[in-house]
């Protein structure tokens, strides 16, 4: 049985309303009993059977930020799609709010990709995924487990694992590592002492001047009128913090290089997580494999970015392999 959510009916997004697309909100299950709540987007005058997307991300965001974008637009151009909100994240359940899983994280897309299956105007055959930042991670994580979905785009991601385990840029040794893990645990402790959880904060707000670069492009995403979202973890209280412990343990994408359906991987070229889709292209195998450098674009401009984001690139790559 699903949970009765209280979803918000008027539009919400960061982005305007498109009068090419049908949008309605809706609510499905995944495995571990959470239930999801989701916004279909679907192109106006459509008959038959379409091909369909499940779009999710940045980590940490909700779907009325980049991941409504995204999935909103490829509407326009001919596909059914759901943006959703992963288990204990938005709209969706589950308890503590804005807890993390590489587990049930992947589980939620095949979760999105049970609820497409179904629909009565959706081709069941023709089934793809768009995972933005973390979630293109987690994107390439169920694509290697989830033989029902025919192409996968990634874009601007990140290792999850990876960037939890090392740092960035791996700068992280295994003393770090024995720090960290020391910390989160101590917290862990702290928590169920008091019976609390404890969130390290979204992106700062003021930004320090000495963060890096990339963190000030953060900060004019998710704490601006660009891209604040009262329902993003990022734009306010921040994740669990104590939820790094399962992806410095459990790494994922660890078996990309089985992929055989389609991957599109998109970065921009001064992005500073681009090294995170280049060292995981270069594990990918087959003809149907493409990574695709935006020149000039930085992290943050594949999120909202229409004249960065290659939204026609995009169509022509699912066309060719939803089919």
Known sequence: MEEKLNLTMEWDKTFPKSEKVNHRKVTFHNHYGFTLAGDVYEPKNCEGKLPAIAVAGPFGACKEQAAGLYAQNMAERGFLTIAFDPSFMGESSGEPRNMASPDINTEDFSAAVDFLSVQDNVDPERIGIIGICGWGDMALNVASMDTR???????????????????????????????????????????????????????????????????????????????????????????????????????????????????????????????????????????????????????????????????????????????
Request: aromatic share 12%.
């Open 149 to 323: 979905i025919k192409a996968t785009v990634t874009s601007t991601m990140y290792n999850m694992s990876r960037v939890n385990a090392n740092d960035y840029f791996d700068t992280m040794d295994e003393d770090g590592r024995y720090a960290l893990l020391q910390r989160l645990n101590k917290q862990r402790t702290e928590d169920y002492r008091e019976n609390k959880t404890t969130y390290p904060g979204g992106v700062a707000d003021p930004m320090p001047a000495e963060a890096p670069w990339y963190f000030h492009d953060y900060h004019d995403y998710y704490k601006t009128e660009r891209g604040y979202h009262p329902r993003s973890a990022n734009s306010n209280e921040g994740r669990v913090d104590t939820a790094k412990l399962g992806f410095i343990n459990m790494p994922t994408a660890s078996r990309s290089g089985e992929i055989r359906s389609a991957v599109l991987m998109i970065h921009g070229e001064k992005a500073h997580s681009c090294y995170f889709s280049k060292d995981e292209f270069k594990k990918l195998k087959g003809d149907n494999k493409e990574l695709m450098i935006i020149p000039g674009a930085v992290h943050t401009d594949l999120y909202d970015n229409l004249d960065v984001i290659p939204f026609e690139q995009m169509e022509q790559f699912f066309l060719t392999y939803l089919k």
